[in-house]
C-alpha cells in the first residue's frame, strides 16, 4: 500500500523515480529520496517530517513547505515510508514507531526545519 500512497501523493512532488520531479522552469519542486539522510537516517526523524511538514531550506535549497500529513493513521504514515526506505535499501518502518513518535510530539503544531530535526537527533 506505501507504493499505492506514493503514486497518488508524493509522486507530485518527488517524482516517478524519487529522484524529484522538475517544474516547468525544469528546476526540483522537492528534494530526491533516493539517498537523502532523512530517508536513510533516523526514522524518527523521518516520521516527524511526515507527521508535521517540512519547512526552510533542505541541503541550501528551499523548497517551500511540505505539508504535514499526521491527519493519516500511523498504518499509512509508516506504508509510504517504509515504500520510501525500501527502495533505497533500507529496513521498514513499523507504524508503532510512528505511533511512539506521534505521541511524543503530540503538543507539536508547527512545521519542523532541518535545524530543528538535526538538533533533537544529538
Not at 82 to 104: E, F, G, Q
Request: glycine share 8%; net charge neutral; charged share 30%.
Amino acid at each position: 500500500s506505501g507504493y499505492d500512497i506514493y503514486n497518488q501523493l508524493c509522486i507530485t512532488c518527488h517524482g516517478v523515480d524519487l529522484k524529484g520531479a522538475k517544474n516547468e522552469d525544469r528546476e526540483f519542486i522537492a528534494p530526491t529520496l533516493i539517498g537523502s539522510p532523512r530517508v536513510t537516517g533516523n526514522k524518527e526523524t523521518l516520521s516527524k517530517i511526515l507527521l508535521n511538514g517540512l519547512i526552510g531550506p533542505i541541503d541550501g535549497k528551499d523548497y517551500g513547505i511540505m505539508l504535514p500529513l499526521k491527519s493519516n493513521s500511523d498504518k499509512w504514515i509508516s506504508d509510504v515510508l517504509s515504500y520510501i526506505r525500501a527502495i533505497n535499501n533500507l529496513d521498514l518502518i513499523n507504524r508503532s514507531d510512528v505511533r511512539i513518535t506521534r505521541n511524543k510530539n503530540k503538543d507539536r503544531k508547527d512545521y519542523w526545519t532541518i535545524d530543528e530535526l538535526v538538533k533533537e537527533e544529538k
